[in-house]
């Protein structure tokens, strides 16, 4: 009776842990990150016997958890990628919003602006129009400094974001830290798997990859080991190392990673972190925030640049006598950041301004500038190409003028960074206070030679017109006019001006009639050019003169109107609204290639849950089967306990009587 008691109890107490394992099953079917258990059994060591081996029962020898170490590591990797593509897509699709908008963008207002100086070249005498030029230029100025203020204000987001990210992380890191411990203390206990330790522990990682992509080690104890970055253990067995937050090495305003073991100096590894919500973050930021904002500054300082330079070659009537435009904007220059691990002997800094002639070579890109220990060596950090400075002489690159002649003390590794866009946007303002500060009249003004009562003596059809000056030394002509007498047997226009000035210019009717452009020989009067036309009579006389009286001319105002469709910008192939435009589609590639990307990876990671949960998952059926099953089981046990008790009462009668 002894060995089918035995075996029976083994019985009823397996059927009762295979119905606890189902029950724990059941209860945790919607428990994230629980893999489902089960219970198995083996048959006990049998009885030696003359007549043979006799069977014991059974035995459970473990609760084995249902789990492929292969499908977790991918499902963790895919929900990396995942929440990277998901905050990338999110905030680019923020950025693209606010310079797409049809009303809030920069196009509308850039079109409004050169619509007003339109009108005020339709009607430069009316005070009205030259007013809603200046609030137009307010309203433009305004767009900018909106924009720019919505692109830093997702800045500071981005930088609070990663913050959180990273206090987030170090308390993931210090609870896997302590399951690490409870869970080698559990198993060296026992000698069995802490299951449901190992699946918080494995619902923690997940929770870690969502933040921050990272790999895994485990150790044969049962603990694992966390790596971020390069490689920088963030959990060595029981140990947790911290994320902290730092400030970039140029730019006090940028927050980047750095790993910190106890007591020793932080390093940045904000370059080799990847993955993640903070990954997401920063590819935002790198690829597509920063970007924007330098292409944003990089709209405002080309038109800033060119339209004041064209201004400046007009004439106001805000002095007597009315002088050359002053700058019509406003525009902050390049940032220049040192480094902050520069040699306490370094003195000076690189001085760097916009190039008025080369404007359009601006790339929107930033730059470093490093001391070799021989050369100063700018590079464009867009694409890493290479500059050597001259030491003593500025230079001019990428629509820059940089100067190095003034640092001092340099030594090896000493480093700026140079900005030259970012600030422009942000930073940019309207210059001119007054209406009859804004310089529509041409500097020179040109015409036929009139009789003493104004009338016309010329003879002929010539003409002398389209004159333009593109230097400050126009103002020469103060001195006198520049008188053109045609010469019909020489062929000629004997041209005479002030300081015994002389020039001849071949004219043949029959063959240049049409128009002849002159633009060389007159460089001592702001690099003039005209236009000669027609059949001038012989003796004919024709003059150009400086503008003394600046009003109802609006010779400048049409070149300033003209600029909203030259090519200036990108080496002279894109006019201001193309180079906007060409930001805008940038930032919806950006936007369209994230998005796609992350539907693309929402399937792959549907499908690396759905692979995990194939063998991880709590099936309810399958349970409520096992569960009757079981119970069956422990019936039957029961039912052999009860049989054993009926014979052995029966035996025990026998011996009685």
Do not use: C
């Not at 359009?360 to 021989?374: I, P, V």
């Not at 452009?517 to 009579?537: H, I, K, M, N, Q």
């Amino acid at each position: 009776m002894a060995n089918i008691f035995s075996t029976s109890v083994s019985g009823l107490l397996a059927a009762q842990r295979q119905l606890a394992t189902t029950s724990h099953n059941i209860s945790n079917a919607n428990t994230p990150g629980y893999s489902r258990q089960q219970a198995l059994t083996s048959t006990r060591p049998p009885a030696a016997g003359s007549n043979g081996f006799i069977g014991t029962g059974v035995q459970t020898d473990t609760v084995r958890r249902m789990f492929d170490e292969n499908l977790e590591i991918s499902l963790r990797k895919n929900i990396s990628e995942f929440s990277r593509l998901d905050k990338l897509a999110s905030y680019a699709g923020r950025v693209d919003n606010l310079l797409a908008d049809q009303d809030a963008g920069l196009s509308p207002a850039m079109q409004a602006f050169f619509n007003a100086v339109q009108d005020a070249a339709n009607d430069p005498t009316a005070t009205s129009a030259r007013q809603v030029l200046l609030s137009e230029a307010e309203s433009l100025v305004a767009r900018f400094e909106l924009i720019d203020n919505r692109l830093s204000e997702l800045e500071q987001e981005t930088n609070r974001n990663i913050e959180n990210n990273v206090n987030e992380i170090n308390q993931l890191t210090e609870a896997i830290a302590r399951l690490n411990q409870d869970i080698v203390q559990a198993q060296g206990a026992t000698g069995q798997p802490p299951n449901d330790l190992l699946d918080k522990r494995d619902q923690l990682l997940k929770d870690l990859s969502e933040k921050v992509g990272v790999s895994t080690v485990p150790e044969s104890n049962g603990s694992i080991n966390v790596f971020v970055g390069n490689g920088q253990a963030l959990v060595s067995g029981n140990q947790s190392n911290q994320l902290t937050t730092t400030r970039n090495e140029y730019d006090p305003s940028v927050v980047e990673v750095a790993f910190q073991r106890p007591g020793s100096t932080p390093v940045n590894i904000t370059r080799s972190l990847s993955g993640g919500e903070i990954g997401g973050l920063l590819e935002f930021r790198g690829n597509v925030l920063e970007p924007a904002r330098n292409d944003l500054g990089r709209v405002a300082a080309t038109l800033a640049v060119t339209f004041n330079e064209q201004h400046s070659l007009g004439m106001q009537f805000d002095s007597d006598p009315p002088g050359l435009g002053l700058d019509f904007f406003n525009v902050a220059p390049p940032q220049v950041l040192p480094s902050q691990f520069n040699g306490g002997d370094l003195s000076g800094s690189p001085t760097v301004g916009f190039s008025t002639a080369e404007i359009g070579g601006l790339t929107g890109s930033d730059y470093s500038l490093a001391y070799n220990g021989t050369d100063w060596i700018l590079r464009r950090m867009s694409d890493g190409q290479q500059f050597t400075l001259d030491p003593d002489e500025p230079q001019t690159i990428d629509g820059m003028e940089i100067d190095v002649s003034g640092i001092a003390g340099a030594e090896s590794g000493d480093a700026f960074m140079i900005r030259p866009t970012k600030q422009a946007a942000g930073n940019m303002d309207v210059n001119l206070s007054r209406p009859d500060q804004i310089a529509l009249a041409s500097p020179v003004v040109a015409g036929e030679v009139t009789g003493a009562d104004g009338s016309a003596i010329n003879t002929g059809s010539g003409k002398l017109d389209r004159v333009s000056a593109n230097t400050d030394s126009v103002m020469n002509l103060a001195g006198g006019d520049l008188e053109f007498t045609f010469d019909a047997g020489a062929q000629a226009f004997q041209v005479t001006g002030p300081g015994g000035f002389t020039a001849t210019v071949p004219y043949d009717p029959s063959t240049s009639s049409n128009g002849l452009t002159v633009d060389a020989g007159f460089e001592d009067f702001g690099d003039l050019s005209f236009r000669l036309s027609g059949v001038p009579g012989d003796g004919d006389q024709f003059s150009i003169s400086l503008n003394t009286n600046a009003v109802g001319d609006n010779g400048n105002a049409l070149k300033l109107g003209d600029l909203a469709n030259q090519p200036i910008a990108n080496e002279g192939k894109a006019t201001y609204q193309e180079l906007y435009g060409g930001l805008v589609g940038k930032v919806g590639t950006e936007t369209l290639r994230a998005n796609t990307n992350r539907d693309a990876q929402q399937t792959l990671l549907r499908q690396a849950e759905q692979a995990r949960e194939s063998v991880s998952g709590v099936n309810l059926e399958e349970e409520a089967a096992n569960l009757l099953k079981f119970q069956q089981m422990f019936q039957a046990n029961a039912q052999v306990i009860t049989v054993a008790n009926s014979l052995f009462d029966s035996i025990l009668s026998a011996v009685q009587r």
